[in-house]
């Protein structure tokens, strides 16, 4: 599993900067888009459309990161509570399922991507094919749900060691 999991924190890593990006072009987006509301009463030609894309991006992109800092909700105040051997299988018995819906809302993302491309749907000012906005949401949904069957891997090769 190690020569998997370097290829997958070097994507988590690479993700994870896509991410910063996409806030910070957010960011400033909206800074300019309101700048100029303000200054000159000129928005942004499709300023909310660039805005929402970058935010599904940093959403889909942060997936995995989120993940390995164990960022995610959780119900800590019973789990802690429980002894160790409860508590290791209850956190396998969670990643599995998290694992089986992160792989069906991939897979389905994927799914809907096609028939968006099959559609030829765009977006309503700029007119960009929607698809590519899903195929990338669901490409970080791919990759979260590796970054989940490496956490089950790890764990039965620990319980093996």
Known sequence: MEEVKGPLLITEKIMRIIAAISLVGMAAMTGADVFLRGAFNTPIFGCEEIVAILGVIAVGFALPYAHY?????????????LPRRVREPLELLTTLATLFLVGIITWRMFLYAGTLA??????MNLELPEYYVVYVLAF????YALCLLADVVKFF?????
Do not use: N, T
């Open 157 to 161: 090769r620990k319980r093996g060691a």
């Open 69 to 81: 800092q164990k960022s995610h909700i959780g119900v800590e105040i019973l789990v802690r509570r």
């Open 140 to 143: 970080g949904f791919f990759v």
């Open 118 to 123: 099959e559609s030829g749907e765009v977006s």
